[in-house]
């Protein structure tokens, strides 16, 4: 058989002819490889510089230090000892979740379908009466003034207000203004007012949202759809503190914006501004600052952060969720100055600063209004328009919406927009407002308001600071939250909720470091002597008597124990969320 009747032969000949053929093509294909080759070499190495840049290389080496013993001990879990004992663990933690939410026992019902003779208004209010105390056998903890922000007022007259309001709007829908033009107006007017507590300029402008959450998620939208038509930028980028709200890093998930966080000061708990020039780079939007922020009550330096922007033509969010009807008032309260030690000052932060360009305000905190409000406020309208959404082509007709939600219930701003005319900002002197004894006083203005939770959570710092040695403030708080951290070695800060929640304390604690969180409300500033009281009585239980399994104990103590902590610590909260789901 000849060498041209084999397979093989028959092929060296075909491809030889290619080659020659194709010759000046393939040498322009490897040109084009080596060129695409560097130019993603470019690309990542610029990003690594960038990254590097930000982070500084201690930091860096950290993370990759992280991710390593992250890595490794996700291989170690998943050995089949190990994943059978991780799964007894979250058995247990998702079993005590169920037993603290779900309510259980042979008298509970549970309305799994729906009924087939409807009920009467008297069967569904007992109904309602029963479920109330289902859990743990009474009801209206949150009036003993106890918990950590959540009811900031507490009222009954103003409830009555609310409710009142409810019930004329409760079919009203700002999806549709011609048919409920009342709602569309208390909505501009509710903007209107906020935005005049925040000095804000006569091109400013704002949105009613359903909570602090999605004021800083629409925010973000609009930094990431300005910084795309406006500075050409695909891969956005964002530099927020490390107080900054998990808002921020939610926002930043679902828009697909890296996140530079920034430390804070050990000392004032501000964000450290040196860092955050260096986290600057072509890709940044936006520069987020905090007043006041939600671990420990602090205020960023804003006025630096204007600054900032102003010389790299950034945004500047200010997120006052929290500072909301306080930081506006602490000025003609008199109380920005801080006390007579200088301690307690509030710097500038709101639209005065030349940088700031948004800034968004819980209505539903300090504000007092019903659940479901805030304000997301912009310098101008040009940049509101990116937060829009606006579809001319839809087959249905044309679709714009301001915010996320489409259909709005008209009834919670129909209640913050009487509740912000009702309570207005006058201050009324009296006896009982100094003695902080009245915290159901609906007739006391905002600026009154402002006064007696500001010196009740400054009264608190201080007393920690002078009686409670084991103990330390962190920073400077100006405002209506306060966090403490331990300084004795005995005395673990979880501990310490841990003994306050035996005291019937709803505290709230921090992490970086450990600390537990009070956000003090009209309803606390009655039993701030109790407070102080069961405070000491809890660090000594701490010192003397330590559990170890108390709820902060364990969750956070595990999320700070291991590399992996902080994931398992993501497995519990993720079976909390599904347990509120659990009928």
Sequence with gaps: MSSISSPRAALVLPLAYAKELLGPLAGKLDIAKSALFYYLLVIYARKAYWHLRARGITASVKDVYLLVSQFVVRLFLRLPSMQRKVTTEMGKARLDIENKLVPKGPNVVRHLTLPEDGKSLDWILAEMEKMDIELTGQSGIWNEGKLSGA?????????????????????????????????????????????KLYNGPDTGCGVVTSGGTESIIMALKTYRDWGRKVKGITEPEIIIPASAHAAFDKGAAYFNIKVHVIPVNSYTRKVDLKHVKRAINPNSILLVGSCINYPDGAQDDIAGLSELALKYNLGVHVDCCLGSFIVPFLEPAGLSNGDERGKYKLAPFDFRLKGVTSISCDTHKYGFAPKGTSVIM?????????????????????????????SRPGALIAGAWAVMQHIGTKYVASPVAVQFTDPHGYERGYLDSCRSIVLATRRIADAVSASIPELYVLGDPPAS???????????????????????????????????????????????????????????????????????????????????????????????FLDTLYKA
């Design 378 to 406: 912009y310098r101008t309208p040009e940049l509101r328009r990116f937060q829009y959404y606006v579809n001319p082509h839809w087959t249905g007709g044309v679709y714009a919406s301001p915010s996320i939600s489409g």
């Design 151 to 195: 009811v900031y007022h507490g009222g009954e007259e103003l409830q009555k207000i609310i409710t009142t309001a409810y019930d004329r709007y409760c079919v009203s829908n700002p999806l549709h203004p011609d048919v409920f033009p009342a709602v569309r107006k208390m909505e501009a007017e509710i903007v209107a007012m906020v935005l």
């Design 481 to 575: 939250v306060v966090a403490f951290g331990s300084k004795h070695p005995q005395v673990d800060a979880f501990e310490v909720g841990d003994a306050m929640s035996k005291r019937g304390w709803h505290l709230a604690s921090v992490t970086n470091p450990k600390a537990i969180h009070l956000a003090v409300t009209r309803l606390t500033v009655p039993v701030v002597d109790t407070f102080l009281a069961d405070l000491k009585d809890a660090v000594q239980e701490a010192k003397l008597a330590p559990s170890g399994k108390g709820t902060m104990v364990a969750l956070y103590g595990l999320g700070e124990s291991s590399a992996v902590g902080p994931e398992m610590v993501g497995e519990i909260a993720t079976a």
